[in-house]
């Protein structure tokens, strides 16, 4: 995988598919927030001002979860799901290393989506 610093095209860190534009997605909640679904299952949320992560991580998490905000609190971070952090950078519209208070982009992927019993 090449870094995101010499590749123009925003790509899907997980499986380096092109992702699209990120779009507003409503949330069975009834709010929303911008972002996407790969092809390869992982999920994206955009955050402009870089200052709702935690917001942008829950609803990322819940959107990976087809919305089922139970089975998303219960997962545990690089056991269950993978997160990437992206900055964007949009003069140069590309990735670059992430830094508070710029636009960022989490990327999330769930490894199993399948029940696990413990
Ligand atoms: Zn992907």
Redesign the pocket.
């Known amino acids: 995988m090449k870094s995101a610093e010499e590749d123009p095209i925003l ?7 092109p ?1 699209e534009e990120p779009a507003e997605i409503r949330t069975r909640f009834g709010n929303t927030f911008t972002g996407g679904r ?5 999920v994206y949320v955009y955050d402009r001002s870089g200052h709702n992560l935690g917001d942008a991580y829950v609803d990322g998490l819940t959107y990976a979860c087809n919305g089922d905000a139970d089975r998303a609190w219960s997962l545990t971070p690089d056991v269950d799901y993978e997160i990437v952090e992206l900055g964007y950078d949009t003069r140069r519209k590309r990735f670059s290393d992430a830094r508070r208070k710029t636009p960022t982009f989490l ?1 999330i ?1 769930i490894k199993d989506l399948t029940p696990k019993v413990r």
């Open positions: 790509k899907c860190p997980f499986c380096s598919r992702i790969c092809e390869c299952g992982a990327f992927q």
